[in-house]
């Protein structure tokens, strides 16, 4: 199925607003959010809105660029947070900082919580993921968005996350069952910080980010010792193995440092990305470690303009022309 015909589907679910099939999820917000954001000038924040199915606890947060004139159709952005699939929050302090720097820049983001359950995470996990695209294609006349333009980005294990949205868009095994059939989760650009992209090739860390000869123990994504030797269930979950001609745009941002993920993961991506002609941008952060956001690492400044870096990587491929 094109992404023109899902695009095409998704337009005319959002104009029919009185059919059930149009929003299988009525986006609402909790009165009383978990954690309070404030948002800074020139950004509308709204928490805690659902977008899956009736009876999933997790939510998403909207950060909207405020002022926009009511003919605006804003690009949009996937957040996804990390904390090695098994913790993290759609309000931590790097998604807030890549939401409100993104809105400031005119970006629809929505970072997302998505499914933690040991032993029952993957593909839920993804197909969470990619849910929250096909949420804001299905509210994309709510939201001022424009569907034909949306990205995605996360750190660590949303890195990983977001690499795997980008690149299985067309996989039936990948699919998500529900709650938008019909409606497409293609992005056109993805930003990769520090995530791992070879669940084979993965390798333990010393303690000034050089790769050991000591595999990780790759199957913990899969969160299911039943995993732990199916080794076609790494390469499923891989971006690496992944990864083809047509897979978006990447850009991905590591650090030399990096004591958690492997820094070769990125560089080994890179290569593919190259074999295959993919458009890509690979920065190394000399002497930066995990878990860095747009701006600081360590609450110290970054040795580059990531948050410039990822702007203008984001208006190359989501802003029309």
């Known amino acids: 199925m ?47 809105v659902s977008y899956l199915s009736p009876g999933r606890e997790e939510k998403l947060d909207l950060y909207l660029p405020a002022d926009r004139p009511l003919s605006a159709r804003s690009p949009a952005v996937v957040i996804i947070h990390g904390g090695g699939w098994r913790s993290g929050d759609k309000a931590a302090g790097r998604e807030f900082n890549i939401g409100t720097n993104l809105a400031k820049a005119g970006y629809v983001c929505a970072s997302v919580n998505y499914t933690l359950e040991l032993g029952n995470c993957w593909p839920t996990d993804l197909y969470d993921c990619k849910n929250a695209v096909r949420f804001l294609r299905a509210n994309a006349w709510k939201y001022h968005i424009d569907p034909y333009h949306i990205g ?20 039936p095994e990948l699919e998500p069952p529900a709650p938008y059939p019909g409606i497409s989760d293609k992005v056109s650009a993805v930003v990769d910080l520090y995530g791992i992209t070879n669940l084979l090739s993965c390798m333990r860390t010393g ?3 050089v790769p050991t000869k000591q595999p990780m123990l790759n199957w913990s ?29 990447t850009l991905i941002l590591h650090g030399t440092a990096d004591t958690t993920v492997d820094r070769n993961q990125a560089t080994e991506l890179a290569a593919k990305l190259k074999e295959l002609g993919v458009e890509h941008q690979i920065y190394m952060l000399d002497g930066i470690g995990h878990t860095f956001d747009l701006e600081t690492w360590n609450k110290k400044p970054l040795p580059i303009d990531v948050r410039s870096i990822v702007i203008a ?3 190359k491929h989501l802003k029309a022309r």
């Not at 995605?152 to 996989?171: E, F, P, Q």
């Not at 039943?226 to 992944?242: C, H, I, M, T, V």
């Open 2 to 48: 094109t992404l023109v015909h899902d695009l095409a589907i998704s337009m005319g679910l959002a104009l029919l607003a009185t059919c059930a099939a149009a929003a299988p999820v009525t986006p609402t917000a909790t009165p009383t959010p978990k954690t309070a954001l404030k948002a800074p000038a020139g950004v509308i924040i709204e928490q805690d």
């Open 152 to 171: 995605v980005i996360g750190g660590s294990a949303g890195g990983h996350l977001a690499l795997m949205v980008a690149y299985t868009s067309t996989v």
């Open 207 to 209: 303690k000034n980010g």
């Open 221 to 249: 994504i899969l969160k299911d010792p039943k995993f732990r030797n199916d080794r076609e269930a790494w390469k499923l979950a891989s971006p690496y193995y992944q990864a083809t001609k047509t897979s978006p745009p």
């Open 313 to 315: 990587f984001f208006d």
